[in-house]
């Protein structure tokens, strides 16, 4: 078992693929179902960082809403990392995104933070334009994903422990 | 709050308890478990190996502190379990008590889905009114571009039946004439006959342009120019029509292109005959005068006249097909400026135009030089380098086909088989080019120019798939595809489009 544990939260708008996209990274399983989530799920995932370090993931996913409540607050005590989920074909989820991590800095001090933007399977459907992810590269790492496929998924992830490798 | 009789007291710690089933873990600062009380199987633990369950609560409560109280709804335990977790510090000790959420858990979840699923459900039916107004759009232009084709067609066939009639009515008469007359009508009747049959070839020249440009592009046929022969070709086309009007014709020539700088003569004959053609039909009186010239990087043709010019509102107009009437007191097809406009554009080149109403007009076209095998030259040899061209294809085959054409046009390449292979190709080499077949295993080539895009690419980058649809080509292009191809290839186009591109580049 590993000595290092890091707590990152995943934060988004309800149906972006929070569930499904900690589905891929933990269990690399996909279900074409929607199901909301409700409070949380709390997984894990041990990465190996360059060094030899091993640094375990303690992954929360948290249902999904456009804006924080004081349950979700709650929720977020103690992360040190965010993953921000937005669905490409939803251009409102990539605000509510942003607008989550400004929320989330009342709660958390400076997190690690990355941001997904999900079902890349879905591209040609997609409302972000490319010119809107090259503008916000410029403030935070963006990954585009396809929980369905998996692209971007786990290097997102990974990305992210190494952010927070001690 | 005041106690409630005992015997409410009893019943209400009952049936909470039922209905709650708490279980009780206490630990010590070292997460040692130290006591366990309640419904251990319920909650799925193990009383002799509660090690997972200690483990997932642990995950639970990293960076939360132990000395005060914490109360964390709705948690997802081991086996789809759900609990509200509760942590009570006790001194030296805290206590984590778990309450069943089961069937809260249930309802909450049902009621939520209804809510996500009505605000997916409504998300999807603006989207999809937005596209069903998109496609009314999309057919309503079609309707109007069917429409005015039809009216096109109309019009030719009425401008058809009269522009044959006049010039073979003329025709038939000379040629009765010389039946009748013999040699005395000889000179006259040869002159009409050449203008009128002159006429008619330019007539059937631009009708077959224009089913060409209706049908497909026609390719270019680059070769050297004889411009002193072309020049008096020209001459004696239209000497006898100016004659014939009074007018002054001057054709010439100046500085001839160098040899190596090729050109479509067909093409650009068919150019300065309806220039010429037009000046002539358009001036009652004065002169018509073209000249033709090598300015050092272009061959320019002028076509002056001293006719009956073009209003400034009409200008845009002259170069639509069927609109004579954009010059008053018009006698011909209509055909001969858009013809003009189409095989300028073809042969890379330009044209401009000139005009005062009731001074005259003066048509400008400048030419460049097209390199071999039929392609408008690229950009100039001083300014040219070495292109690097990705090729983003998962058939070897096609992606050898591609490497090869590349190579014939100059360019340096290198195939990618996949997205990924494609995003760090690009990442380390910065190629001017990115070639992407749209239909690659697992996610789409799309995809990968989205990316691409996103990550700051600037290149230029071709699409490549065997989908047709103006869908798919709106979904390439909104990607951020700068061109999109269809298969099979149509190898002229490709390598315009690669030309381009580099020229861009």
């Known amino acids: 078992m590993s000595d290092i544990a890091r707590k990152v939260c995943m934060l988004g708008d309800f149906g972006v693929g929070k569930t499904s996209l900690v589905a891929r990274y933990v269990r690399n399983t996909f279900s074409e179902k929607y199901l909301t989530t409700v409070g949380v799920k709390v997984d894990s995932r041990v990465v190996a960082l360059p060094g030899g370090v091993d640094l375990k993931l303690v992954i929360w996913d948290i249902a999904g809403k456009a804006a924080l409540d004081s349950v979700n607050k709650n929720y977020l005590r103690g992360a040190s990392g965010l993953i921000l989920v937005a669905d490409g074909t939803r251009e409102a989820s990539l605000r509510a995104a942003l607008n989550l991590a400004m929320q989330a800095r009342d709660v ?13 399977d879905l591209v040609d459907r997609w409302e972000v334009a490319p010119a809107v992810l090259e503008e916000i590269r410029r403030s935070i790492t963006v990954f585009e994903t396809s929980a369905l496929s998996g692209d971007g998924v786990e290097a997102g992830f990974d990305e992210l422990a190494r952010m927070l490798a001690p | 709050m005041t106690l409630l009789p005992d015997a409410v007291e009893t019943y209400l710690n009952h049936l909470l308890r039922a209905r709650a089933r708490p279980l009780l873990l206490t630990f010590d600062a070292n997460w040692q478990l130290v006591d366990l009380h309640g419904d251990t199987g319920h909650h799925g633990l193990d009383a002799e190996a509660p090690q997972a369950l200690v483990q997932q609560l642990q995950d639970l409560f990293l960076g939360l502190p132990h000395d005060q109280p914490q109360d964390l709804p709705f948690v997802e335990l081991a086996g789809g379990r759900h609990a509200h977790v509760h942590l009570v510090p006790d001194g030296d000790t805290f206590h984590l008590l778990l309450l069943d959420a089961g069937d809260e858990h249930g309802r909450t979840q049902a009621h939520q889905q209804l809510g996500n699923d009505a605000a997916l459900a409504g998300i999807e039916k603006s989207r999809t009114l937005a596209r069903l107004r998109q496609i009314k759009s999309e057919l309503e232009q079609q309707r109007a571009r069917l429409e005015e084709a039809n009216a ?11 522009e044959f009639r006049t010039p073979l009515t003329s025709i038939f008469g000379y040629l009765h004439l010389l039946e009748r007359d013999g040699a005395s009508a000889r000179d006259q009747a040869l002159l009409a006959l050449r203008r009128n049959a002159s006429y ?16 497909g592009e026609s390719l270019l046929d680059p070769g050297a120019l004889d411009l002193a022969a072309l020049v008096a070709d020209l001459d004696a086309m239209f000497r006898p029509l100016a004659a014939e009007k009074g007018l002054a014709l001057v054709v010439d020539a100046g500085a001839a292109p160098p040899a190596e700088a090729l050109f479509d003569a067909v093409k650009l004959r068919q150019v300065a005959i309806n220039l010429l053609s037009n000046a002539l039909r358009y001036t009652p009186a004065g002169y018509v005068r073209a000249h033709l010239a090598w300015d050092g990087t272009r061959l320019v043709l002028e076509v002056r006249d001293t006719g009956l010019g073009i209003d400034a509102g009409s200008r845009a107009k002259v170069f639509k097909p069927f609109n004579r009437g954009a010059q008053h007191g018009s006698r011909g097809a209509g055909l001969g400026l858009s013809i003009v406009k189409r095989l300028v554009e073809r042969m890379s080149g330009s044209i401009d135009l000139e005009s005062e109403l009731g001074q005259g007009s003066t048509f400008r076209v400048a030419l460049p030089a097209l390199a071999g095998a039929g392609m408008p030259q690229a950009a100039p040899a001083a300014n040219r380098r070495s292109l690097g061209a990705l090729i983003v294809d998962d058939d070897p085959d096609v992606a050898a086909l591609l490497d090869v054409l590349l190579g014939d046009l100059g360019m340096r390449t290198r195939v990618a088989s996949n997205v990924a292979a494609a995003l760090a190709a690009v990442a380390a080499e910065m190629p001017d080019l990115v070639l992407v077949d749209v239909e690659l295993p697992g996610i789409s080539g799309n995809a990968a120019v989205y990316q691409l895009r996103s990550q700051g690419y600037k290149g230029r980058i071709v699409t490549v798939s065997a989908n047709a649809t103006e869908s798919a080509r709106a979904a390439a292009l909104a990607a951020g595809a700068d061109h999109y191809l269809t298969k099979p290839l149509d190898f002229a186009q490709f390598a315009r489009v690669v030309q381009s591109a580099g020229a861009i580049s």
């Open chain 1, 108 to 120: 958390i001090n400076e997190p690690a933070c990355v941001l997904f933007v999900n079902k890349l």
């Open chain 2, 152 to 162: 096109l067609k109309n019009a030719l066939f009425a401008t058809l039946s009269h």
């Open chain 2, 200 to 215: 008619l070839f330019a007539l059937a020249e631009n009708l077959l342009e224009y089913g060409r440009g209706e049908a």
